[in-house]
Nanobody, 116 residues
Framework: QVQLVESGGGLVQPGGSLRLSCAAS????????MSWYRQAPGKERELVAT????????NYADSVKGRFTISRDNAKNTVWLQMNSLKPEDTARYYC?????????WGQGTQVTVSS
């Protein structure tokens, strides 16, 4: 059974940091690229960051470049999103996604709220 379980969300003040985790099981993690998406109320889901299956390549949305870092450990079947210098506009539900040429899987998400 495929599972992606996100954790690490919460309430943080502007300028603060959070580290999101996504624990994967039920598939060959090292064969899948991983992405973090986010969706704010009333807005479409947007791609935040992607990391290749080996971790050798990463990409970021312009809105988070220089503030967020995606990383993974294939031995732990986990991908992380380190979020620094958080802004109120980063408030959203954050989802991880695993994908390859044939399949893709989504987690249930974790809420991040940036507010003073």
């Amino acid at each position: 059974q495929v599972q992606l379980v996100e954790s690490g969300g919460g309430l943080v003040q502007p300028g603060g940091s959070l580290r999101l985790s996504c624990a994967a099981s039920g598939f060959i993690f090292s064969s899948y690229a991983m992405s973090w998406y986010r969706q704010a109320p009333g807005k479409e889901r947007e791609l935040v960051a992607t990391i290749s299956n080996t971790g050798g390549s990463t990409n970021y949305a312009d809105s988070v470049k220089g503030r967020f870092t995606i990383s993974r450990d294939n031995a732990k079947n986990t991908v992380w999103l380190q979020m620094n210098s958080l802004k109120p506009e980063d408030t959203a539900r954050y989802y991880c996604r695993a994908f390859n040429y044939e399949y893709h899987y989504w987690g249930q998400g974790t809420q991040v709220t940036v507010s003073s």
